[in-house]
């Protein structure tokens, strides 16, 4: 079976640091991958997301980045984190072709 | 532009009741519609779906109803539990191309509690 995993779980971090968020998917080959932001009492954002190894197609313009390395892992950085920054960042993966999205933990990210 | 609108931030209803949720949306081009349930603190669990060429989706306890023409569709849940309070997404996918056509644009959620 499909698992994904996040990390850290929770992370405070000072304004101005630089941020770096994991996320991996075991069990599937090739999958589409997301990134997604949930701000206090807002619905999920789609941040990011990725149909393969280095293709990363961008949704809002703002202060993050992400990278594809590997196949079944996708990564969620910042250079200077701002206090706008601060929420629940959720990744998610797909079968190549299906709708249906399948999310991680979650992690929970405040900026001090 | 909120294309994917819950209007109801909150639901109240008794144990064995029916629960229904509600969700409309804006973008004709949208083809697939999903529900998901999130509790705090961790990330949202898929529920049920459908595809716009059906009305009516049924798994168990859920069931999902299309209405093409009002644009909206709506969950409902029966009997409810007190196991089902969670707050619950309604997501919509479709009218692009390649990997954009499938992006769910979520709305803001509906909490629903369900009193023993």
């Known amino acids: 079976s499909q698992t994904i995993h996040q990390w850290p779980a929770t992370l405070v971090q000072p304004v101005g640091s630089p941020l770096s968020l994991e996320c991996t998917v075991e069990?599937?080959?090739?999958?589409?991958l997301y990134w997604y932001r949930q701000a206090a009492g807002r619905g999920l954002q789609l941040l990011f997301y990725?149909?393969?190894?280095?293709?990363i197609s961008s949704e809002v313009p703002q202060n993050l980045s992400a990278s594809r390395p590997q196949d079944r892992q996708f990564i969620l950085s910042s250079k200077k984190l701002l206090l706008s920054d601060s929420g629940f960042y959720l990744c998610?993966?797909?079968?190549?072709?299906?709708?249906?999205?399948?999310f991680g933990p979650g992690t929970r990210l405040t900026v001090l | 532009d909120q294309q994917v609108k819950q209007n109801s931030p909150s639901l109240s209803v008794q144990e064995g009741r029916i629960s229904i949720l509600n969700c409309d949306y804006t973008?004709?081009?949208?083809?697939?519609f999903l529900w998901y349930k999130k509790y705090p603190a961790e990330g949202p669990t898929f529920l049920i779906s459908?595809?716009?060429?059906?009305d009516k989706n049924e798994d168990g306890r859920f069931t999902v109803f299309l209405n093409k023409s009002a644009k909206h569709l709506s969950l409902h849940i029966v009997p409810s539990q007190p196991g089902d309070s969670a707050v619950y997404f309604c997501a919509a996918s479709g009218g692009g191309s390649g990997g954009s056509n499938y992006k769910l644009t979520f709305g803001k959620g509906t909490l629903l509690t369900v009193n023993p």
């Open positions: 459908i595809s716009s060429i059906k």
């Open positions: 973008n004709s081009m949208f083809d697939y």
């Open positions: 069990g599937t080959s090739n999958p589409n």
């Open positions: 998610a993966w797909s079968v190549q072709g299906w709708r249906e999205q399948f």
């Open positions: 990725s149909v393969g190894i280095g293709q």
